[in-house]
């Protein structure tokens, strides 16, 4: 009996350094290491390729490499314990290739496991953009204030993703017009001269994009309209229907030359009034759509000269001066002001009558005026400050 003590305490020493390094190895980091190389398909080895191990269970990035001229990469994949293993998703990307992973499964150990994965990548074709009728030809010049621009996108591998226009800079999108055509309606041009170019991008992010191209757009001048404005010795209260070529306050009363004596307005951003005299001047030009008061030395007839006036101005709370542009359908009230941005914004509407010299007042209810005469002045009283667009 005294002879089995010795093996009793061998066995009992075993399970001591089994129970030992159990614990220990449970705490001590494990590594995995996966290396290769990254290769197109004629075996050449691809440069700037990104590689990226993720944690198939959690969806993290667990490591990366960006591949030298070699193709090689190597990620060392840290594990908390010895023994943790990790479903991982290994894969590669460049822009201009076709993305390739593996699945995989790693092991954190001591030493290190080592794995080698090698990737091949397909180069990618981006889609093809070719323009077609009705865009113009490159270095065309058109009359009108739109471009349409047709594309036809040919994508063979996977399917197109968005195609967009970049018109001297500024990125618009196109709509889909069957399969295979896309197009756009650029609008609101004036005369001058464009760059456009048009790119599409597949569902796997290769970008592809037509020529470039270059436009002139030389719209036709506006009609000429001429419009003759009655006024009398004394006071008028004016404005300028029509958009003149010269704002300068010279050049718009050159036809009254030497027959005003006197003009005044009001600033309704510093709420004060402005005088023009030759001589003293705290204004230079008119202002489309402000109005003015015009002393006159004799009985005059002012005439303007210009196109359409198509344009808008900002009436601040309180009182500013306005007036109305010539070629509008309708300027009964409250119709004029309701249709272009006034409606429930104002309390009162006043004018001067240069024949009858007296003031005219409307407000809701109290009318001594039923339409705005283009061409005339007013003052009107807003309750929040509004654009006056037409």
Not at 321 to 327: E, K, R
């Amino acid at each position: 009996m005294m002879k089995s003590k010795p093996i009793i305490a061998v066995s009992l020493a075993v399970l001591a350094i089994i129970s030992v390094i159990s614990i220990v190895s449970s705490q001590v980091p494990g590594t995995s290491i996966v290396m290769g190389y990254v290769k197109d398909e004629g075996g050449k080895p691809i440069e700037g390729c990104l590689v990226r191990v993720i944690d198939e269970s959690s969806g993290a990035e667990v490591g990366n490499y960006t591949t030298g001229p070699d193709g090689k990469y190597t990620i060392k994949v840290d594990f908390s314990s010895v023994g943790m293993t990790m479903r991982a998703n290994i894969t590669a990307s460049k822009e201009g290739y076709h993305t390739n992973y593996t699945i995989t499964t790693l092991t954190g150990s001591l030493p290190p496991e080592t794995k080698t994965i090698n990737l091949t990548l397909k180069e990618a074709i981006p889609p093809k953009v070719i323009f077609v009728p009705p865009t113009p030809n490159n270095n065309t010049e058109v009359n009108t204030s739109f471009v349409f621009i047709n594309v036809t996108v040919i994508e063979n591998e996977t399917a197109v993703d968005a195609v967009w226009l970049v018109w001297n800079g500024e990125k618009e999108y196109l709509y889909a017009k069957g399969v295979t055509n896309w197009c756009y309606n650029k609008t609101g041009l004036t005369s001058g001269d464009y760059e456009y170019v048009v790119y599409a991008k597949d569902v796997a992010g290769n970008i592809g994009k037509s020529e470039t191209r270059f436009v002139r757009v030389k719209l036709p001048a506006p009609p000429k309209i001429s419009l003759n404005c009655t006024l009398v010795r004394g006071w008028n209260f004016i404005s300028v229907p029509l958009n003149v070529s010269d704002w300068s306050v010279p050049a718009v009363l050159s036809s009254i030359e030497g027959k005003y004596t006197m003009i005044w307005t009001y600033n309704a951003s510093t709420k004060s009034s402005q005088i023009y005299m030759p001589g003293y001047e705290e204004f230079k030009e008119l202002e489309p759509g402000r109005a003015y008061l015009i002393q006159m030395s004799e009985d005059a007839t002012l005439e303007i000269e210009g196109s359409l006036l198509k344009d808008s101005i900002s009436l601040l709370k309180g009182w500013n001066t306005f007036g109305v542009p010539y070629g509008l359908e309708n300027y009964s009230l409250p119709d004029i002001l309701d249709e272009h941005g006034l409606k429930n914004k104002y309390t009162m509407i006043w004018t001067y009558n240069a024949s009858t010299k007296s003031s005219q007042i409307y407000m809701p209810g109290y009318e001594e005026f039923k339409e705005l005469t283009p061409g005339r002045g007013y003052l009107i009283e807003i309750t929040e400050s509004v654009w006056w667009e037409w």
